[in-house]
């Protein structure tokens, strides 16, 4: 089975690309791992296993655009179109809908990443009817007005030999997030200082240098150290995601994790109804005293278990055996 991927966000296209590779599918990402050995994102490895299908990649060179990537997405070239049994799109459905008679004869998928909102699902609605797939990123979706339904609902990776080995030696509060610096409200910046006030903290992610305690975009390998060395992390989300791949990291690695409540969720009406972070982390609260105060306790060494606890849960919901075996229960053999 031959499968096209035009997807929205590098790291879950590192994950999406190993995973169904490694089921035996035929690869090929209309992307940043285009050539899977040469991605342009130091946030994830290279993947030089994942095979590479040189003449794909020439028919998007030969677009000849300032974004032969984009320009290819947003029209697949006929080569790869011939070539191809499944297309599945991340998010960004404005590059599907206009090509939607030349690729309907395909079977197309929309991958949901925790970006949809009721203009995406409205929008949605009559292609579905058409033919399209759709496979959720979280049940929490199905509280979005107008939701235009699903096919599946497969949650995002991680593999677990990839995290874990924490040891929590830095008494600091950590988190990982985009931008987190500019977007204030979206990412519930003012909760996180507030909830982190008079504590050792750091924010990573591109864009936090601004900050006073940012510390800027980690490599992979970086990141994944910094991961079992911090002793907690507060997550406050990413509206409107339901939740997020630092959220699973974290968990995955062992670090106890303490997350904000659903409340602070308003940039949309239905902000709260769609948030999930909470009841995946378990530890969470509305109150930024109060994850202060949990904080507090675990830099001081009173984590108990919770980590391990994390782990496990994470492995369980979102560990590479699982949700493996639910891609190949909806595609079908490779």
Request: proline share 7%; net charge negative.
């Amino acid at each position: 089975m031959n499968i096209v991927l035009c997807l929205s966000h590098s790291i879950e296209e590192f994950d999406q690309l190993r995973l169904l590779s490694g089921l035996g599918y035929n690869v090929f990402s209309i992307g940043g791992y285009i050539d899977p050995a040469h991605p342009h994102d130091p946030k994830r490895p290279a993947l030089p296993d994942v095979p590479f299908h040189p003449d794909l990649k020439a028919a998007v060179d030969a677009i000849g655009s300032d974004d032969n990537l984009g320009a290819a997405q947003a029209r697949i070239p006929d080569p790869i179109l011939d070539w191809a049994d499944v297309i599945i799109y991340h998010h960004y459905l404005d590059r599907l809908w206009p090509q939607w008679e030349r690729v309907r004869h395909k079977r197309v998928i929309w991958r949901t990443v925790g970006q949809s909102v009721e203009g995406n699902e409205r929008a949605a609605a009559p292609y579905r009817a058409d033919g399209l797939q759709i496979v959720r990123y979280s049940p929490k979706e199905r509280n979005i007005p107008g939701y235009a339904g699903e096919d599946a609902l497969i949650r995002f990776y991680k593999d677990p030999t990839d995290y874990g080995g924490w040891t929590g030696e830095d008494p600091t509060v950590i988190q990982f997030a985009q931008s987190f610096g500019a977007r204030r409200v979206w990412c519930n910046r003012d909760f996180f200082e507030a909830a982190t006030d008079g504590l050792p903290r750091v924010v990573y992610g591109p864009d936090s240098e601004e900050l006073p305690y940012g510390g800027g975009t980690l490599g992979y390998d970086a990141m994944l150290a910094r991961l079992r060395s911090a002793r907690a992390y507060l997550y406050t989300g990413t509206q409107p995601a339901s939740y997020t791949l630092g959220l699973i990291e974290a968990m995955m690695t062992g670090i106890p994790v303490v997350s904000i409540g659903p409340a602070h969720m308003t940039i949309f009406p239905y902000g709260p109804a769609l948030f999930e972070g909470h009841e995946i982390a378990v530890n969470w609260t509305d109150d930024p005293e109060e994850a202060r105060g949990v904080l507090r306790a675990w830099l001081d060494g009173d984590y108990g278990n919770q980590g391990e606890l994390l782990r496990q849960r994470a492995i369980d919901m979102f560990g590479r055996e699982t949700i493996a075996a639910q891609w190949r229960g909806f595609l079908g053999a490779p």
